[in-house]
């Protein structure tokens, strides 16, 4: 008994328990987003985090603990951001046709993003970090996060922010369009999980 | 495979190093994108292979979210506080980004399929 009491002090410790926690949790996270047949609000990354840091609080553990497990994962963030080149290089030819449609469009979208978001929480008095880590919330997650860190936000805010942005955008985005009586497909889901869909992953996960 | 590996972590090395070296307000992983991008539409094909690499990565990317979105448990208290701005803030921003640019889209498809 007291092996084990001290194989547990010894594993809490070390990056695998949190490596494998953040794993499991997100794999069962995702298995309750297949099962409610993929409904935006079981958003399998927001699942995860729920998951996680319930467990994190439950055995008294702090982030830093956590982190050194978790950084194995985090770190593949940056390679995949590269890795976004690949579709966007697929893509290509398919956005080319319409190129300044989409430029211009997408530089609406992206500073009324910005401007309602910051604008919103600033009239209703929220300090500067939190309008930094709100500003890039309608961009991919590892691209808003580095552009948080950038202009002073906090990166792991931006990230919940990012996600509860992709569940209201698939949620409220097509019948918001719909009121609008868009129908063009260029327009249409472009926003958070939604895009990758229909473009270049087969099943995504989400986001 | 690692052969792409290489390319994939060297355009993000490099893109680290510019924007450490000029003091860039870009990220560097952002940079390295592009380099890639570039790189690939100056070749004009795709690399055998980088597809699946590249398509490993992504095919897993919202579970590379879970660490850093953890880190909201620091955040809790400015979290609560702000939480009514942030809910509001959320909710106008992203009804008003999707008309807007799906206004902006249709728009621009009109005035370029009548021109």
Redesign the interface.
């Known amino acids: 008994m007291d092996n084990l009491a001290e194989t547990w002090v010894y594993l809490s410790a070390s990056p695998l328990l949190h490596l494998t926690l ?2 499991i ?2 794999q069962a996270a995702n298995w309750l987003f297949e099962r409610t047949g993929r409904n935006p609000l079981a958003n ?3 699942g ?2 729920l998951l ?2 319930a467990v ?2 439950a055995t008294d553990t702090d ?1 830093a603990t ?2 050194e497990g ?2 194995f ?2 770190f ?15 893509q ?1 030819c398919l956005v080319r046709r ?1 190129a ?3 430029s ?3 530089l ?3 500073l ?2 910005i401007a ?6 600033w009239i ?4 500067p ?2 309008l930094a880590s ?1 500003a890039p ?2 961009v991919t ?3 808003a ?3 948080a ?2 202009i002073g936000g ?4 931006t ?7 992709g569940i ?2 698939a949620m ?2 097509p019948v ?2 719909d009121l ?1 009586g ?1 129908t ?1 497909w ?3 889901p ?2 958070g ?1 939604r895009q ?1 869909r229909h473009r ?2 087969p ?5 | 495979m690692i052969g792409h590996l290489i390319l994939i972590l060297t355009c993000q090395l490099a893109g680290e190093l510019i924007t450490g070296a000029l003091a860039l307000p870009v990220p560097g992983p952002i940079l390295g994108m592009l380099l890639l991008f570039v790189l690939l539409m100056l070749r004009g094909a795709m690399p055998d292979g980088l597809d699946q690499t590249a398509g490993g990565l992504l095919r897993s990317m919202s579970l590379l979210f879970v660490p850093a979105g953890t880190g909201v448990m620091l955040h809790f208290k400015l979290l609560g506080d702000a939480l009514l701005p942030l809910g509001a803030a959320l909710i106008v921003s992203t009804l008003a980004t999707i008309v807007v640019t799906g206004l902006m889209t249709r728009w621009l498809g009109r005035a370029q399929g009548d021109g």
């Open positions: 953040t794993l949790a997100f399998p990354v927001l995860a985090v996680i840091v994190l609080l982030y956590y982190f978790a950084q994962v985090h593949l963030l940056g390679p995949a951001t590269v890795a976004l080149a690949v579709p966007l290089c697929r290509w319409s300044l449609a989409i211009v469009s997408l609406t979208g992206s009324t993003a309602t978001a910051t604008g919103v929480a209703m008095g929220s300090p970090e939190v709100l919330k309608s997650a590892p691209v996060m580095a552009i860190e950038q906090l990166p792991s805010l990230a919940v922010l990012v996600i509860v942005t209201f955008g409220f985005g918001a369009l609008a868009i063009d260029r327009a249409r472009c926003h999980h990758p270049h992953r099943r995504p996960a989400s986001q």
